[in-house]
C-alpha cells in the first residue's frame, strides 16, 4: 500500500532539500524592489523581480545594522543571503542577511534627486505644459533610425492619417553621445517649425534609458516652443523627460495616436454633422415654409380683394335678407288686405246691393234712414246693383217697432 504524508512531513522534507544544497545557503541575487514594507518589528519583506520572475525576501532586523540607504520601490539591488522553506506556510524565500545597491541602484538614486530638484524648479507644473494640438500637418520624430519605436510611429501614424507628413531625426538614444544627440534633434525640429515633436525609444533596461534622465534633455524638452511627448521605453517605465514632457505617452505607439488625430473618425464626424446640418435644414425650412403659409392665409384674409369680396358678400347677404324682410313683409300686407277685403265685404253696400238690396239718397247725397227725413213730394235716387232710379215722394209711412 502506498504511504500517505501529512503535510508538515512534506514541507518539512522540502525545507531539508534546500538546506542540504549548498549553493543555497550562500547567494547573491540581482534584481528590482517591488511589494517593499518596514515591519513594526523592524523585519523588512520585499520582492526581488526581473523580467522573467519574483522572489519572495526578508530580512530579519539583527541583519539590519549594515545598511546604508532606505530601501524603496524600483531600485536595483544585490541581496546576499540563503533560500529556505518557511514550513507553516509551504512556501520558499530568500533570506537576506545583506542587501546593496546595483550599479542601476545607484543610477536610481541619482534620477530621484535630479526629479526632486527639477521639480521643485517647477519643471513639472501643470501650468507649462503646452495643449497637444487636435489636427497636425507636420510630426517630428526624435529616435533611433532603425527600431521597433520609429517603425510603430511610422505604422501608426500613417494608419490613422496617411496625409501628415512625418520629419524623423536619427538620434542616437543610448550611451554616451545621446543626451547631446537628442537635444539637437529637438533643436532642430523646432526650426524646422514642425506641429509636435515625439521624443523616445523603446523598452530597456534603466542604464539604457539613462539619456532620457540627463538634465541637459529635460531643459530641452520644457524650454522647446513646439508641443513635446515623450515616449520612452514600455509602459511601466519612467523617465524625467515623461515629467517635464507636455504629455506622456506609455508607448512610442501609443504617442503616435495621441499625435495624429484618425482620419476616419474625422470623416465620420464630418458625415454626422452633414447629417445632422441637413436635417436643421430642412427642419427650418420646414418652419419658415409654414410661416409663409400662415403669412399668406392672413394676406389672403386680410387683402383688400378679399375685404372687398367679404364685403360683397356681406352686402348680397343683406340684401337677400332685406328682400326676403320686404316680401314677407309684402305677403303679410296681402294678407292682412285679403282679412280687411273680406271684412270689407261684409260692411260693403254693394255687396248688399247684389244680394237684392238697394240705398236712398236725397238730393244732397245723403243716405235717408228715416221717414222723417223727407216730406211727400221730395226727390230723391235710388242706387241698385247696376245703377241708379229718380223717384219722388209720393206718401210716407211710419211704422213703429
Known sequence: MQNIYTVAQINSYIKNMFTQDYMLQSVLVKGEVSNCKYHSSGHIYFTLKDAKGTIACVMFASYRNGMDFQMREGQ??????????????????????????????????????????????GMFAPQY???????????????????????????????????????????????????????????????????????????????????????????????????????VGHETDTTIADFVADLRAPTPSAAAELAVYDIGHLEDRLEEYACTLQHMCRKVIRHYRQEVEQYSVRMRYLSPLNTIRTKRTQALSLEERLQNLMERRLRDGRHRLALYVEQMKGLSPLDKLNQGYAYVADDTGRTLTSVGQVDVGDRMTVYVKDGSLQAQVMEKKRVDR
Request: charged share 20%; glycine share 10%.
Open 76 to 121: 536595483q539591488v544585490v541581496v546576499g543571503g540563503s533560500v529556505d522553506v518557511y514550513e507553516r506556510d509551504g512556501k520558499y524565500q530568500l533570506y537576506a542577511r545583506q542587501i546593496q545597491l546595483d550599479g542601476a541602484g545607484a543610477l536610481y538614486e541619482r534620477y530621484e534627486r535630479l526629479k526632486l530638484e527639477l521639480e521643485e524648479r
Open 129 to 231: 505644459k503646452q495643449p497637444i494640438p487636435g489636427y497636425i500637418r507636420t510630426l517630428g520624430v526624435v529616435t533611433a533610425a532603425t527600431g521597433a519605436a520609429v517603425r510603430d510611429i511610422m505604422n501608426i501614424a500613417g494608419r490613422r492619417n496617411p496625409y501628415v507628413q512625418i520629419i524623423l531625426y536619427p538620434a542616437i538614444v543610448q550611451g554616451d553621445a545621446a543626451p547631446a544627440s537628442i537635444v539637437n534633434g529637438i533643436h532642430a525640429l523646432e526650426r524646422m517649425d514642425v506641429d509636435v515633436i515625439i521624443v523616445g525609444r523603446g523598452g530597456g533596461s534603466i542604464e539604457d534609458l539613462w539619456a532620457f534622465n540627463e538634465e541637459v534633455v529635460a531643459q530641452a524638452i520644457f524650454d522647446c516652443p513646439v508641443p513635446v511627448i515623450s515616449a
